[in-house]
């Protein structure tokens, strides 16, 4: 090793984009500001207005990496707190010493954020003096803007904000108006803020998701999976709809062959960005104040550092890595290229820092299909899905977390949606859907955190998460999460009541602990006399009157305490087992894990009765004809059962019809269950499985996609029901019956004694599924990325003809 002389420190990326805080104070009081409103309070300690010394100082680092960098351009944006609190005096020495200083080395694009509600027409003449275009905040209309955004005495900041913009649409100031800046509230109508947002003639609309993380996730009304996607695809809609009539720059970001340039919301691009505070600070982005006090520090000062030291912080060094500087989840994800993992500051969560998807990251999945499916520049019921790919658009090779060994493979939501359509749909289109809905899961599990005060198991569920990622997956994906998750955030059903759900996080924790073997200790709660650990089992004590346990992580099993009385579970130990234990039963398959769940109170999902507890003889049976059935579907239709390897988990045994009937059923929040009625046939049986992981599946595409316009009114005739059904519902049968006719034609080409009937059954199937997709086809009811998945339908059932 060399000694004596240091290594140089390695360049940093050039900054072109400088936020100075001109001023700390505010004269509104918006409860959703990030700078007052959040964790980080350093404003308290900082000077009130920019003195002329720093000002200067911030100029003339700026002016020097230009001139190093030889930048095409520097934009400086003066923000606030309210910039406009400077006075105009004030304001018109920082104008001059910016242009001053930095022009002679770099064109200066100046830019100014404010509230609005100071500026007047002495401001903007200085303005347009001094070529400064100005952004104003303002939420929508007079309802959605004054849910947050008023003065300190609860006053609407409305009229003056509007009479801002009114001054800025003078033919003497239009020049000075660069657009307006929205927070979005998915508790506003997104029709309403569009109409008011357009209504003032705004260059350009900035929508800005409310800045949340992991540990403060955004509220999700009713347990909604992906609102705010819901929320900006109505207003994407219309704006597509509308012929784009404003640059929304979300929108434009976001879009295939989208620019991300000038927004840290999205995209990969390197972070170019630095801040100035009041008191000469150099600071990393703002939104990062939501993460943890003083998260967006540098500890470099315009006095003591040039701009390459303060871009040289790890923070900002980690933002120029592009892909690198990503999780492993947002790596491998098929839209990593436009989403690039959201905002940083979302990313962040105790423990696990920035290493994380964006805690938005099922609503950007979900932003993002819906974008594709109206593109910009087409009509909005055509899909560029159905149009050739311009060359160049196939997003990077992912690989899958199921099979992190697999070379990467080129994916994108296109082929998906081809993929499932075809046939039983491929490894990595399963695995894509199983990515999605643990994104839902995540979500919901965030905010469940805010809805209920966070209780025991969070540190451990966190610390899980780097330790024990792949276990912790397993447990997440345990299919009546989503519906227990969605029951809590439903809240209470009477003003008042407790929600019936009790808080999951502990037993998810504690299961995760146990199945890692990680050495842990943590209180669950006992709901219905019994604590259910997901994928491992329930404890049973009824008697007792305890409401929650000490659960202890020991060596092949844990321990718990209950009150005095301590419970050892080994659990490769049956014969020890205490009595009230009851373990969660298994198929008999190798290497996969399907559950038998006749344990998990959220089971209960399906609109049927679901069976208590089987005992030993019919649950050994059941698990001998699941495990033969899915034996026999490998069989018959072997892509339909590696697609179902990877992405089915559990089998829910139901009750007995009333009627006799065979019943089985599908849930749409338990993605990977299936539930069926007793049925002691294995061939029978695998047929049902094919049936329903078909419905699951389908369920899990209409969770990214509309595949039938929302809100379509049209019923549509099927030949297996006598009552016009839904378009959605023809569909889902079309989609189940096409592998069912699939099982019975493999059935009749083996032409096996024991399948004699199977060519009367494929007839049947391949009928029915034929007249279904000519009804979705003729019905108009079709989304363009409906179109097709239905088209894709109609050449897979062709295809079993010619087969
Ligand atoms: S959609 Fe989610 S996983 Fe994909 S890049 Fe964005 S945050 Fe990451």
């Not at 104070?25 to 409860?31: A, F, I, M, Q, T």
């Not at 009765?609 to 699941?626: G, I, K, Y």
Request: hydrophobic letters at 40%.
């Amino acid at each position: 090793m060399m000694a004596g002389r240091s290594a140089p420190a390695p360049p940093s990326a050039a900054i072109s984009q400088y936020v100075l805080k001109v001023h700390s104070r505010c004269d509104l009081s918006c409860d959703h500001c990030y700078v007052y409103e959040h964790v980080d309070q350093t404003w308290r300690g900082r000077p009130r207005e920019m003195a002329a010394a720093t000002l200067d100082a911030a100029a003339a680092r700026i002016a020097e990496h230009a001139t190093a960098r030889d930048l095409p351009v520097v934009h400086v944006v003066l923000h606030g707190g309210e910039p406009l609190l400077l006075g105009p005096a004030r304001m018109r020495q920082i104008l001059n010493g910016l242009r001053t200083v930095i022009d002679p080395v770099a064109p200066l694009d100046l830019r100014l954020q404010t509230n609005g509600v100071r500026l007047d027409p002495a401001f903007c003449d200085l303005f347009v003096e001094y070529d400064v275009k100005v952004g104003v905040s303002l939420d929508g209309d007079r309802v959605a803007n004054d849910r947050h955004r008023r003065f300190a005495n609860g006053a609407s900041s409305h009229d003056p904000v509007r009479q801002a913009l009114a001054l800025l649409r003078r033919p003497e100031y239009r020049a000075s108006y660069a657009g307006i800046l929205c927070t979005v509230d998915v508790a506003n109508d997104p029709e309403a803020v569009y109409a008011a947002l357009l209504a003032e003639e705004p260059p350009r609309i900035d929508l800005l998701l409310p800045h949340h993380t992991w540990d403060h996730p955004p509220v999700r009304p009713g347990g909604s999976p992906t609102p705010y996607a819901d929320w900006l695809g109505r207003i994407y809609r219309r704006w597509v709809n509308d012929g784009r009539p404003v640059s929304i720059r979300l929108f434009d970001a976001l879009c295939p062959g989208g620019t991300p340039a000038g927004t840290e919301a999205v995209g990969l691009g390197p972070a170019d960005l630095l801040v100035v505070e009041t008191d000469g600070t150099w600071e990393q982005t703002d939104s990062l104040k939501v993460a943890y006090d003083g998260a967006a520090g540098t500890g470099r000062t315009v006095f003591d550092h040039t701009v390459d030291e303060a871009a040289r912080h790890p923070g900002v060094a980690t933002r120029q890595t592009g892909l690198a500087g990503l999780s492993s989840i947002c790596q491998s994800c098929p839209v990593v290229a436009r989403c690039g993992g959201g905002l940083y500051a979302h990313r962040y969560r105790s423990g696990a820092g920035f290493d994380n998807p964006s805690v938005y990251c099922a609503d950007l999945r979900k932003l993002i299909s819906i974008i594709d499916r109206h593109p910009p520049g087409s009509a909005p019921t055509v899909d560029r899905a159905a149009a050739p790919r311009p060359p160049g658009e196939i997003p990077p090779p992912r690989r899958s977390p199921d099979r992190p060994d697999a070379e990467p493979v080129p994916l994108d939501v296109e082929r998906i949606l081809d993929d499932l359509a075809g046939g039983g749909g491929g490894p990595e289109s399963i695995a894509f859907l199983v990515d999605a809905e643990l994104a839902i899961v995540r979500a919901l599990l965030a905010a469940s955190r805010d809805a209920t005060a966070p209780g025991p198991g969070w540190d451990l569920l966190v610390d899980l998460d780097t330790t024990a990622p792949a276990t912790l997956r397993t447990v997440l994906r345990h299919p009546f999460l989503r519906p227990r998750l969605t029951s809590l955030l439903s809240g209470p059903r009477q003003p008042g009541s407790r929600s019936p759900e009790p808080d999951p996080v502990a037993a998810l924790a504690a299961a995760a602990a146990v199945r890692a073997g990680i050495s842990a200790e943590v209180q669950v709660p006992v709901a219905g006399g019994e604590v259910f650990l997901p994928t491992l089992g329930a404890f049973w004590m009824p008697s007792t009157g305890i409401d929650t346990v000490v659960l202890t992580v020991r060596p092949g099993g844990f321990r718990l305490l209950a009150g005095s009385e301590p419970y050892d579970v080994r659990l490769d130990e049956p014969a020890g087992w205490p009595s009230g234990w009851r373990p969660t039963r298994r198929s008999g398959l190798p290497g996969h894990e399907v559950i038998i769940e006749d344990l998990d109170p959220a089971r209960d999902c399906y609109g049927q009765s679901v069976r208590e507890r089987l005992a030993e003889r019919p649950a050994a049976d059941l698990v001998e004809t699941v495990t033969e059935a899915w034996r026999l579907a490998e069989r018959d239709v072997p892509r339909h059962a590696t697609a179902m390897r990877v992405g089915m988990r559990a089998v829910v045994p139901l009750d007995t019809s009333p009627t006799g009937a065979l019943r089985s059923a599908t849930a749409r929040a338990a993605f990977g269950a299936v539930a069926v009625g007793p049925v002691a046939d294995p061939e029978t049986l695998a047929v049902l499985l094919v049936h329903e992981w078909q419905h699951s599946k389908l369920g899990a595409v209409l969770d990214l996609y509309d595949l039938v316009e929302p809100g379509s009114p049209v019923r549509l005739s099927v030949p297996w029901r006598p009552d016009p059904r839904p378009a959605e519902g023809v569909l889902q049968g079309a989609y189940a019956h096409l592998a069912i006719a699939e099982v019975w034609h493999a059935r009749a080409v083996a032409d096996r004694p024991a399948d004699r009937t199977a060519a009367t059954h494929a007839d049947r199937f391949h009928r029915w599924t034929g007249e279904a997709l000519d009804e979705l086809a003729a019905s108009r009811s079709l989304t363009a990325a409906g179109d097709r998945f239905v088209a894709g339908l109609g050449r897979a059932l062709a295809g079993l003809v010619r087969g």
